[in-house]
């Protein structure tokens, strides 16, 4: 599903990876890299964009989901009669009929197994009935109507009281913690210990956070024949293709998956979701297409939200900074069914440290299950480990920025030393810390009013390289425009446009010429799901090998027509020109070879890169906050991010990616959290008001980037490495540094909302 | 687009030719060849099939055209505020617009120019404006409230009219008589008539027959941006991308073009239409989707016809058969716009004959303009030609079937001296009167009461073999699915099935398993035009050669994991194995390393036959009538077919191909015909009443294919030749020829109603 599941994944792999295509990466470019509006920018802004949610077939039906309400409870009787005495209902779904019983797991990572229509429903929200009408108000209020008979069951929200004896059980049978805690130790932990000079330790906590995407989850199915086509507002197009296939017993050539438009998804639409396949078979039933689109409420509480971890780190050091060894122990809730809330990896290869070890739990409770949400566990080991470096740094007197320079791997540690491609890090401090400022700034007065300032940072890494598959056809037309196809998903983050752009480098066509099909199951080679930071590095170098494939070919043909040796002969801004002859031109416009077959078509894929090297981006923050002593509101007055994600492709996407994800590392560590109702199992904080985004007021106006290029020639043949997740990684550990500098207390539990640091002003406690 | 349109493109080309790819022909098969049905056919017959008139969007708006009441007129002042006083009439577009003036000439043979909506309307149904409406009915009754002002001119609907000194210029300055007549000759034609023993010569005349499929012409049209995505019945889809992108002057990456479902074109959806554009310019006019679909009646006047042929056959032979001379001389009626109206090449190339002169001329009219029409001038040609043969034999006292035998060719005369890869014709002729007992037919008594018997035969080849550019794209998904890709619609003839067929017959995947993408120049490779029997020749071939380029694939993974030889391993039913150790074997769908590249594609292209040979197809069919002497009704009995196609893929579309075709050449030779007024330029037969297709009651209940597959190596990889046309060539000379049998009345205008029939035989006149 794009992110890291354990860290066995992390060990070297025993296939043998052969060099990358002969392609050298670019010297200089004309068009990467540059500040380009997106290709689809008008369609986007000007609402013609097809998104799931304006997919209209005609005769569609619209389905509504019946959820348990209750937080555990059993399903004893559903009764459909008085939904059906409406006048446009169409078919219901439920215990009723066989569909219902069909297996239910989370593709990602094969948790608790369950059905469609659970009879023992574990969460509030769980799914227990469908209708569908001819709108979706009428399939709203129907669904309303359907009476469900429930039994109530004891009901258990949180970690610690789930872990108690005599806890209620989320899954009759088995322990709510979901199985043994995975675990990683290297070199000796004690020993460490024991040579330090320092040793800090400390329990962080952060709460549940809400995926939260503009466009909220949804899916139109359609059935011709036994051939379904689905519309899904989905990061993973192949993926959702493929689970639909398994659930619904039938070919993959059967299921087309279609994601044209999308907005956002944060890893919550990485895999299928009961509603899609809900959809599917209403639309079997009824011999109509059907659209579910789950509403705000919804999404809140069943298509995945970022666990809650408590994680205790012990973190030992020499006076000279030099860290010793890193304990670390994490427990993350993954609500009913998920399994996996890892959150441990920074902890094992961020700084290099010769003794390490880590313990990752998970713990059931009755809640709506974890999903992968951007860098899945990294933003909550940042928050523990780099608020610890930054204990380290105050006790030691030693700036934070240099500590963390001071313990700079040169390798993944956790892949035996296997060395980096590339690793700007230390750039990213250095760099990021001048262009911020941060000298100075720590000098600065703290200010003597109520309101104090004070500076942060922290640094991150992602650990994840991506799955080395894409394959990317480019159709060149005898116009010299241009087609591309390729099956990832655009999920707002600019993909279409950058791999227009990497063909435009190559060919010399101008982005207006350019058309890009994508992310169809049907029609596009496959793509891997556009999550763990992979789209850029993963797809661009097979649009660039198309591309090449393509050039290759118009060279031929102009050396035909030319009457030139091919290695003589230039392509550039839409003609083919000898090198040695200016006469010898000619446009691709006007190849005749061109014109009789009429389109040409260059296939590219991805090439691994050598073996025994692992390619990962890099990132420092700086964060500087302003701190109401008396009334604990916090500003983030400005946030510096230094980021190593190799070549950048877009400077605009690129900034956009960056700037969302700090904005996104707010939230995380200033105002999101899901609040439960301990009594009943429900979700209080279920909508947009009581759910806490941040929004304009809560992001600064001074956010810089700064974008550290290793010019990585090994990475792959684009030198890209990936932007999406290191963007919000270390963004609300550095707020959290930057309170400590301005009030010398620190906030161990996310997020920091002004009760919280009220609370802790009025009553300081020393930390360590 | 798809049809011969001069003797100088039958000219061996100039361009080397490679030898086809390795892979040989196949022997026995297992899928290819067999009775299977559609793999479309639940979504065609239970209506969930999208053809265009099924597209629907949303907020999409229906456009009605007006059109030109008169046969020739300037159009002097158009008023629209009637409609536009109209509630629910959104736009409307005609003179006022400057799109108006867009430059406008036939595709297919840059005939003569004209406007968009021109203000010279040269015939009845010519495009004056347009409107666009919240729905169809709305926006027909809005047209019918556009006041044009019109100042009518003289019409000029009959040929020899038009070719009259003084007769109304259908073309201001031009001649009527189009260009100066195509001209072709060989040896030496006096000569070769001063060796005849036996000289005729007849003039034969053909009507104006309409294409009339099931789905009229239609388009919907949408604007993303400056994206165009157009859905439309066109049996080229590529074709009308790149004219769309012409006459809208944008890059043809902006054009997509779908066309799904199509219901029949024969000819008449080879070319964009005006209609098509005037849908992309309302819906640019609205930001909203819009739909045009041509009613019945509209269909008739303005989306072509096939030319009607006035032709002089003169022909000589020895006593024992031997042709010495054939000369020909062709006009035919083109309408206002077209240019091309041969009816000649039958005469060139279907026999042996050193002495062969030709001429071409084509004529302008007050009338819809002529477009390619299934086998263009060949049905004409066959008419008169093959009346003439059976003229021959009458007067030699040869056996037709033996004086056709008699002068078979060798290689293709009309490409100097060209071999064909293959000829079938002798055993077409000969097999076919087995199957048919046409000797005994022959013998037969006539009857002696009002109603008596006749036999006929006639032979045909097609003259074009397509162009040879073809890319198909298959996916294999992980579960051993398959998915195909390529750019040809399927315009009712099973192409989708034949493709899957050949697939599946390489990789041993069921059809149920295989799903096809197609006819979408967004998403497929380049497909030439489904028109010119060429469509399964030139795309099964690729086909194959992409299902064997997954085929290597997936034994190269196998013998990875199994740990054996590529060369010890066969794939068959979805499995691969060894031969050697029946134990070594693995599924598709458990090959490891599919199951972590998810999909993996195979490109195929569609390699040249040898140089220096001509792929064509061959047919004779036998007819058997009954007359009625004192009604002059005709009564087709029986048809049989004897076709040369190469290998049969599939018997069932085969046989829908050749009985549909003959169906068509019943309606060519005994019931259809344009009727127009010469006074007003209307056409009087404007619909389904008047114009007399054939229907249960005129098609004989026995039919019968034999099939004659010459087994050939050469044409291409998967031995095929092509079907379309061929089955409609020979018919209509044959039941005329029949007739002849039956009355010894040799009718020579087609259609031979009961009127011409009864005429001819209260006034007998002895023909040559």
């Known amino acids: 599903m794009g992110e890291p599941r354990s860290h066995s994944e992390f060990q070297p792999q025993a296939e043998s990876r052969s060099t990358p295509t002969g392609t050298p990466p670019w010297g200089e470019t004309r068009v990467v890299g540059k500040a380009l509006p997106r290709i689809d920018a008008y369609e986007r802004v000007s609402g013609s964009a097809t998104y799931t949610l304006d997919v209209t077939l005609p005769g569609m039906l619209h389905a509504a989901i019946v959820r348990c309400p209750h937080g555990h409870a059993l399903v004893k009787r559903v009764d459909f009669s008085k939904p059906l005495a409406m006048p446009g209902v169409v078919a219901v779904l439920g215990a009723g009929d066989q569909e219902a019983a069909l297996d239910w797991y989370n593709e990602a990572d094969k948790g608790a197994q369950s059905r469609l229509f659970d009879p023992h429903c574990r969460f509030a929200g769980e799914e227990v009935a469908a209708v569908a009408a001819e709108n979706a108000y009428l399939a709203a209020d129907a669904a309303r109507q359907v009476e469900v008979e429930y039994e109530e069951r004891d009901v258990v929200v949180d970690m610690d009281e789930a872990l108690k004896d005599g806890a209620p059980r989320v899954h009759e049978g088995a322990p709510n913690l979901v199985r043994e805690p995975s675990k990683y130790e290297r070199g000796d932990v004690e020993k460490g210990f024991a040579e330090a000079d320092l040793v800090v330790e400390e329990t962080y906590r952060t709460s549940v956070e809400i995926h939260a995407p503009m466009e909220t989850h949804g899916s139109v199915a359609r059935w011709e024949g036994s051939h379904l086509t689905v519309w899904d507002s989905t990061q993973a197009p192949f993926d959702v293709q493929q689970a639909l296939a398994r659930v619904l017993k039938i070919p993959l050539s059967s299921v087309r998956v279609i994601a044209h438009y999308m907005g956002g998804g944060f890893g919550s639409k990485l895999q299928l979701s009961k509603h899609t396949v809900i959809a599917a078979l209403l639309a079997k039933k009824t ?276 009457g030139v040796p091919e290695d003589d002969l230039t392509l550039a801004g839409g003609e083919v020109a000898s090198t040695k002859d200016p006469a010898k031109r000619v446009p691709i416009s006007e190849l005749k070879q061109l014109r009789q077959q009429q389109v040409i078509i260059g296939v590219g894929t991805r090439h691994p890169h050598p073996a025994g090297k692992i390619a990962l981006p890099f990132a420092a923050q700086f964060a500087e906050v302003e701190v109401n002593r008396a009334t604990g509101e916090c500003r983030v007055v400005r946030l510096l991010a230094a980021h190593d994600s190799g070549r950048i492709m877009n400077c605009l996407t690129f900034q956009n990616q960056v700037f969302g994800g700090m904005t996104m590392g707010i939230g995380f560590g200033m105002t999101e959290e899901r609040v439960m109702d301990p009594q009943t199992g429900r979700v209080l904080t279920a909508n947009l008001h009581d759910y806490k985004l941040p929004t304009a007021v809560d992001v600064p106006a001074d956010m810089t980037l700064v974008a550290i290029d290793p010019k990585d020639t090994e990475c792959n043949t684009t030198g890209t490495k990936g932007v999406g997740e290191p963007a919000t990684i270390p963004t609300a550990a550095a707020i959290a540094n930057a309170i400590y500098d301005a009030v010398g207390v620190r906030l161990t539990t996310a997020p920091i909302t002004p009760a919280r640091l009220a609370e802790r002003l009025a009553h300081p406690v020393t930390v360590g």
Request: include cysteine.
């Open 287 to 562: 011999g109509r297409p059907v659209k579910v689109v789950l509403p705000r409420e919804h999404s809140f509480l069943c298509v995945g939200n970022r666990p809650a971890n408590t994680m205790t780190v012990k973190a030992g050091a020499k006076k000279d900074g030099t860290l010793t060894a890193i304990e670390m122990r994490s427990r993350g809730v993954v609500g009913a069914y998920a399994s996996w809330a890892d959150a441990t990896y920074l902890a094992t290869d961020l700084y290099r440290c010769p003794n390490v070890r880590t313990e990752d739990g998970a713990v059931y409770i009755n809640a709506g299950p974890e999903r992968a949400f951007r860098a899945p566990g990294f933003p909550q080991c940042a928050w523990a480990l780099e608020q610890t470096i930054d204990t380290l740094a105050a006790k030691l007197k030693i700036d934070p920025v240099a500590l963390r320079l001071k313990n700079m791997p040169t390798a993944s540690q956790l892949r035996k030393d296997m060395p980096y491609t590339s690793n700007g890090l230390p750039r990213c401090l250095e760099e990021g810390a001048r262009a911020f400022g941060w000298e100075a700034a720590r000098k600065r007065p703290k200010g003597d009013g109520p309101i104090v300032r004070g500076v942060g940072v922290a640094a991150g890494q992602w650990g994840w390289e991506g799955q080395p598959v894409a394959t990317v056809i480019a159709k060149l037309f005898a116009d010299g425009s241009l087609s591309l196809t390729f099956g990832a998903a655009d999920i707002g983050t600019g993909t279409k446009t950058v791999m227009a752009m990497v063909a435009s480098e190559e060919l010399g066509i101008g982005l207006d010429r350019i058309r890009v099909e994508h992310a169809d199951t049907g029609t596009s080679p496959y793509g891997v799901a556009s999550g763990g930071s992979q789209t850029v590095h993963v797809n661009t170098p097979a649009a660039r090998e198309a591309a090449l494939a393509l050039k290759r070919q118009v060279v031929t043909m102009a050396a035909a027509q030319l």
